[in-house]
């Protein structure tokens, strides 16, 4: 797989703040969305939060309505994750992901994403 360059993790006391970045123009398949995806020990990986690059349309999980965002730059090539209000559930490993997806409720399947990131930690201290 085609790795993006995250950035941006590390250690937090609860109620922090993060932001992680994602060099996305290494993937060189098609692509129209740009995800984040965690996954913490014993878990298997989740998506977080999606962006349309065509349109812009944002797509978030329960957990992350609310406290993060989703956003790109102008071209679509970097995707950015601000993560407010972190809690405790929030640590995990952190992969960004780019893919083509045509419905966009298939936003939080893995599968759907032919780029990823090595992933980037999140430790958020109670």
């Known amino acids: 797989q085609v790795q993006l360059v995250e950035s941006g993790g590390g250690s937090v006391q609860a109620g922090g703040s993060l932001r992680l970045s994602c060099a996305a123009s290494?993937?060189?398949?098609?692509?129209?969305?740009l995800a984040w995806f965690r996954q913490a020990p014993g878990k298997e990986r989740e998506g977080v939060a999606a962006?349309?690059?065509?349109?812009?349309?944002?797509y978030y999980t329960d957990s992350a309505k609310g406290r993060f965002t989703i956003s790109t730059d102008i071209r679509g090539n970097t995707a950015y994750l601000e993560m407010n209000s972190l809690k405790y559930d929030d640590t995990a490993v952190y992969y960004c992901?780019?893919?083509?997806?045509?419905?966009?409720?298939?936003?939080?399947?893995?599968?759907?994403?032919?780029?990823w990131g090595q992933g980037t930690q999140v430790t958020v201290s109670s």
């Open positions: 962006i349309s690059t065509s349109s812009g349309r944002t």
């Open positions: 290494t993937c060189t398949y098609a692509r129209n969305y």
């Open positions: 992901a780019a893919g083509l997806v045509w419905d966009g409720d298939d936003w939080p399947r893995v599968s759907e994403y032919t780029c």
